[in-house]
């Protein structure tokens, strides 16, 4: 985490709020789950937030993951790094990012590299990345896929006869008017002659 004062006041308050929401629940379920996943000699961080950020904060886990979930020889990050150097580490991430949007995180999912690196929201990691990257993996590998799918085109096909005859008909939407007509309407702007 970066070296900062104390908050205090609005600022305070909304550190709070991010803070209430860590679930620690969640949190060792995620650690399992990816520990599962990777299948490889990674060590259980200890409990809590900060060790949870220090644990993925090099990137080296993070990675391990989503080559995980790629069959053998398709892994989208070749080259994993030991560097204790920050921006090989904050590359890492950055990395992993790009590989989860291609795996089908959505864009709008994906947190910022910053956002890990300084510790400023814990909980966003795993609302952001971590825990659509565990459906979609729960939902392509389970027989009862826990989310919804999403929607797939559905393209349809009408006659030239079809569309002209959809031309012909009012819209529900669009209402009636009843007979009612602009005439003796004014430009607008122009003030209405009362005589």
Same mark, same amino acid.
């Given at each position: ?71 053998? %020889? +398709?892994?989208? #990050?070749?080259?994993?790094?030991? $560097?204790?150097?920050?921006?090989? =580490? ?75 005859? %959809? +031309?012909?008909? #009012?819209?529900?939407?669009?209402? $009636?008017?009843?007979?009612?007509? =602009? ?13």
């Amino acid at each position: 985490m970066a070296n900062r004062g104390p908050s205090y006041g609005l600022s305070r308050e909304v550190q709070e709020k991010i803070e209430q929401k860590y679930d620690a629940d969640l949190e060792n379920k995620l650690v399992d789950w990816i520990i599962l996943q990777c299948a490889e000699d990674i060590e259980h961080p200890p409990p809590g937030r900060a060790h949870f950020q220090k644990w993925l904060m090099d990137g080296t886990v993070l990675c391990k993951l989503i080559n995980s979930l790629y069959p053998p %020889g +398709q892994e989208p #990050i070749p080259k994993i790094s030991e $560097s204790k150097m920050a921006f090989k =580490q904050m590359e890492q991430i950055s990395q992993f990012l790009k590989a989860a949007e291609i795996y089908g995180v959505r864009t709008t999912d994906i947190f910022q590299t910053v956002d890990l690196w300084e510790g400023k929201q814990p909980s966003g990691l795993w609302d952001c990345a971590l825990r659509p990257l565990h459906f979609a993996h729960l939902f392509l590998y389970s027989p009862s896929p826990p989310l919804p799918r999403k929607a797939q085109q559905n393209r349809r096909g009408f006659s030239e006869e079809q569309l002209r005859q %959809g +031309q012909n008909v #009012i819209g529900l939407q669009m209402g $009636s008017n009843k007979g009612a007509s =602009q005439a003796g309407m004014t430009g607008y702007g122009m003030p209405r002659q009362i005589m």
